[in-house]
């Protein structure tokens, strides 16, 4: 109960004294920040920054900037940490082995639903009409928003707390018996086969687009010379020729 008490009164210290700088909507989810960070936040305007996804500019032009700097940072604090957690981890492992964990951990969907965990979504500012309706633009906004999330606690507060917060919210909710052992490069492993087997490359055709403009389901076959091996759907091309090699590996081996 004290600790909430002297979170609120510098919380309005913080609202007075940056009235002019931060974003209202910025402020009004301040509290919540903090809790998420676990430390007092010294320095508002990083994460303000942080949580700023560039189409949100459009609403307040005052800010000037968004957190696109914080996010290539970010991304390189974040490969930092994981590498020495996996390196400490797994000492018998070569480079190969760590390589691939690592970037099993930081892929763009296991950062969403690092994000997605925190309800990051309700502190991001971001201006919806710039996703009109796409799940894959808002999963991309999520992920980016992470990354400088962990940029501004590494300015903030230094590389002990980043680390205490990557753990917590990213490397502890990996899988590590399952996730990283099921290799989803389907096309990879289709090209594989077919150099293994000396067959010609495998070659994709789109056989369908439907849907709204933001919203296209794609419909992808997979050819193996003239014969169709397999044919997938999804959101994008890539993930409907993943989709296509997946169903053409379960025909070759069934």
Request: charged residues 30%; proline residues 2%; without cysteine.
């Amino acid at each position: 109960m004290f600790g909430y008490i002297k979170s609120k009164i510098w919380f309005l210290f913080l609202k007075k004294s940056y009235k002019r700088d931060l974003d209202k909507n910025f402020l009004k989810n301040f509290i919540s920040l903090q809790k998420l960070v676990g430390v007092k936040i010294s320095n508002p305007n990083l994460y303000l920054k942080a949580l700023t996804h560039r189409s949100y500019l459009e609403v307040n032009p005052s800010l000037n900037k968004s957190n696109e700097r914080l996010e290539f940072l970010g991304d390189s604090v974040l490969n930092m940490i994981v590498a020495k957690f996996l390196f400490k981890k797994f000492p018998e492992k070569d480079e190969g082995f760590l390589t691939k964990v690592r970037s099993a951990i930081v892929n763009r969907y296991h950062l969403y639903k690092s994000a997605e965990e925190l309800k990051l979504e309700n502190l991001i500012l971001y201006n919806q009409k710039y996703l009109r309706g796409s799940e894959e633009g808002f999963q991309t906004i999520m992920a980016d928003a992470i990354e400088s999330l962990i940029a501004a606690i590494y300015l903030d507060k230094g590389i002990r707390t980043t680390e205490k917060f990557i753990y917590k919210y990213i490397i502890k909710s990996f899988d590590f018996k399952t996730e990283f052992l099921i290799d989803k490069n389907y096309k990879g492993q289709l090209l594989e086969y077919t150099h293994a087997k000396k067959l010609p490359n495998p070659h994709y055709k789109v056989i369908n687009e439907a849907g709204p403009s933001h919203k296209k389901i794609f419909n992808v076959q997979v050819f193996i010379g003239n014969e169709i091996y397999g044919e997938g759907s999804g959101k994008n091309k890539k993930l409907a020729e993943q989709e296509a090699s997946r169903k053409a590996l379960q025909k070759i081996h069934s």
